[in-house]
């Protein structure tokens, strides 16, 4: 964490003058590293995704968050300092009860913070918004709270923390003022303020405000947010500083904080509009003090996995919700420490391969990527030898665990844990294991609607029969070669061979079919599907030891490219569609896993062309997909770049970073948006898709690096243990196996 503060000391007394309301914007802002169009504040699954839009930051005293999906939602954040409440952040008309809005400084965020500076009078205050992304950490990431954790094993299991997130309000250079800290959320966190209700409980040393609806039924969503489950909001006293807790209507609990410095324990009515406040009185402060908050949604029946609760991994560890978030307050040293040596090494890693642009592109998608997961084991049991991890489609239809979303996400995986890639297959492959998919090619998702998780038993998951069946033994792969651990796929082996064949059978006389990109429409023998096969083909040899299958995905990746069926006559890019079709492209991205896996399904030349051509075929803001879109999608914009030379890479990080700064638009990270301004749009804006677990594909240049090459930094003691990284044969792994078919 840095920051680049200037004294502004002077401007702060002005401020604290009648000339106040002009201090909110006119104080200049200074933003590290970059601009991003939304900064996280409390990021963890897809139900707790909470975001400051930038445009907001100049204004954020008055200024309120946002869900994932564009609903307002109120959080606001106080200091008293001898005696003069100044707002922070999320009072929409801070001059009531004599509050003035503090002047913004500085914003700034890492992979895993988002941290605001300010003046708060003569106070400097900093705002940082933790949601620990800590993927090796199964407790840790499945905590619903936003703060981070320590390394802690359960059953020798690791944990993880997708709970929560922590906000730390920290008060430097005073000189023995008097200091209060105060922060509320509101009943729209619940998705439905109308009818819902508040509790208060003071447990496990913590006081522990919910939200819940009550009438909810289980699973309901609105407009995306969880209806089900609480909203928990808590903090607790130290030895530093007391707490206090009312709820009500916000004029009336600002109000007391603003004009007593602490809250009564009298609970006000709760109505729509209401907040839940703590308040910490620090006392005189000299120098430094800091206090935690944690915001959090639980959510005890949290997936339904073909008609059986799953619930949050935490739960083995600490069944209820106060004990839960005791461990999480607790943890908070570790979990600070653990996020800034991550933070710390993505920066370093990412800079190296890629330069700065790249990782300011990487630490803004930390969090979302893993944002959109959730890790679970049975409700009823608690076995923590059962685990399941499940992703939602945010923003476009909801699917869970699509494959074709696990796809464009896994340089992420690969990189920071790829035990992800099982967890989050393992759902979709006990299904498919269980006799319940009939169709000859893999299932596209594994629920029509998050949390339903419950399959398609009536054969009708939107069809991408090329698209997943390549998908699925190319991730397969992927996790084989980062772990070493060829047992889970070993026991699949015979689910992967039937899509093999599939492949075999379809994948150059291609019928007309969607891929990934289904709102480009479907299309018959497009190149890059046959492409995918190709690799998928190639990786389930390598897989299995079959050699058969590696010679039908190079006789297929010859006839596309030494033969040119898929490429133009001169043999400078690769087709759309074919044949004869040599004037239309499109990002042919399908071979970066080629690249990553060392496959060595296509020769260079295959990608050496992709290096000049893709560089005389920018719009202002990049390569859009194909010939006859104005859209770009950065994960499969950056998995391309990855297969490129390093001229043409650092070409498209520039672009997708010139998206990502433009100031245009204030969605959490888009994956699609106008790169163009060819077909009349207006480049440079998104569309449709925000907030998606996809823009875990931005790691792909990262990736080339290794497996787990950030955790191998973090944990000094690891090494490396990827079987065969340099792109040996796995030929005897499945041995057995196959002598059984
Ligand atoms: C729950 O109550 C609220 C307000 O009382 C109402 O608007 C909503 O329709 C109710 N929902 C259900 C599922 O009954
Ligand atoms: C906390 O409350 C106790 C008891 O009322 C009081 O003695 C102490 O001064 C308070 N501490 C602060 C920091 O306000
Ligand atoms: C989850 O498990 C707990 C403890 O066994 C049980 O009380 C609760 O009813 C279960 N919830 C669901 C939705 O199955
Ligand atoms: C697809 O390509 C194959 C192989 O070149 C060709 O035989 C077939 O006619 C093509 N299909 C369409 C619809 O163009």
Redesign the pocket.
Known sequence: MRFNLQSRLGLGSLCASVFSFLCGDQGHVSYHSALPPSYPLAVRNPYLSTWMPSDRVKQLPYAEPQFWAGQELGWSVLVRVDGQTYSLMGVPDPGTNNIRPATVHHAEYTATHSLFHLTAGPAEVTLDFLSPVSPSNYLRQSLPFSKPSSWFLINSFKLIYELAGYLTVHVSESQGQNIQIYSDIDGRWTG?D??SARDFEEKAGLAIYSLT?P???TYAEIDDMALWGQVVFTSRPSDLSNLSALSGSPDVVRGLFAKKGKLSSQEGLWAPGSVVGLAHELGQVTGGASVNFVVGYEREAAINYLGKAYTGYYRAGYPTTPEALSFFMEDYGNALLESLKLDQELVGSATAAAGPKYADIVALSTRQAYGGIDVTIPNESLETDNVLAFIKELSSDGNVNTIDVIMPAFPIYYVLDPDYIRLLLEPVMKYLAADRWHLPYAIHDIGFHYPHAIGHDNQKAEPMPIEESGNLLILALAYVRATGDISWAAQYIQIFQKYADYLVDNSINIANQLSSNDAAGPLPNETNLAIKAAVGLKAFGELSGMDYYSQVGEQHADLLFEQGLGTDDDKTHFVLQYPDLPETWKAPYNLYPDVLLKLKTFPEAAYQMGSEFFSSSRGEYGVPLDNRQDWAKSDWNMWLAGTFETSTRDEFVDDLWAFMTNGKHTWPFSDRYVATSALGNEPGVPVLCRARPTVGGHFALLALEGPRSIRSLFEPEYLPGAVNKQGQKLQHVFDNHIEEL
């Open positions: 439905q109308e009818g609806v009438n909810a039924t």
